[in-house]
Each structure stands twice: as C-alpha cells, then as structure tokens.
C-alpha cells in the first residue's frame, strides 16, 4: 500500500523559507515521478513543481525561481523548498506520485494527507 507522509509545513512571515518533505512507502519510488499541489480555501488544486524519474522538473510560474523541488531516491523522499514566501502561498501542500508525469491531469496517482501552509503578511 502506497503511503505518503507530508511534513514541514506551518506559520511563517512573508519573506520567511520553508522546506517540505514527503516520505513515501509501498512503492518502487524511483519509478515515479512526483510532485507537489496545493490547494487554497475556495480553489482548485493546482501544481506547483514536479519532477520526473529523471529529474527534469517542472514548476508553476508563480512559484518560478523561489521554490526547488528535489528528489532523493535512496531516502524515498521528494522536498520542495519554498524561499521568499508570498501571503497568497498559503495553502495545504499535498505530495503526489504518479506512472507519467502528465502534471496538468490532476485526479491521479497517489496523495498524501497534505500539510498547511501560511503565510502571514
């Protein structure tokens, strides 16, 4: 059973980092491509950053240049690194695997319990 376990999220001034991690379970993880959504009160789930089983990544233009998504295969973990957090970043951050990274189908694969995010300004 496939098991994706979100943390590092919390309350941050604007400005402020945070690093998230999902550590997964249950499956070949170096197989899947991962990535990262977030979803804000009212909205639909969007991406942010993914990254495929070769590493080429892929990210929203709204978070282009403050956040880096990485993978590490041995640890079973993908990380977002969130720098220069804006207000309109709040939001709770799922971490997704998936067979193909087909980033804008957005009802598929496996996903975490998802972790808050908020940013104070």
């Known amino acids: 059973q496939v098991q994706l376990r979100e943390s590092g999220g919390g309350l941050v001034q604007t400005g402020r980092s945070l690093r998230l991690s999902c550590a997964a379970s249950g499956m070949f993880f170096s197989v899947k491509n991962m990535a990262w959504y977030r979803q804000a009160p009212g909205k639909q789930r969007e991406l942010v950053a993914g990254?495929?089983?070769?590493?080429?990544?892929n990210y929203a233009d709204s978070v282009t240049g403050r956040f880096t998504i990485s993978r590490d295969n041995p640890e079973n973990t993908v990380y977002l690194q969130m720098n220069s957090l804006k207000p309109e970043d709040t939001a709770v951050y799922y971490c997704?695997?998936?067979?193909?990274?087909?980033?804008?189908?957005?009802?598929?694969?496996?996903w975490g319990q998802g972790t808050q995010v908020t940013v104070s300004s």
């Open positions: 997704n695997a998936r067979r193909l990274p087909n980033w804008g189908q957005i009802d598929t694969g496996s």
């Open positions: 990254i495929t089983t070769g590493g080429v990544k």
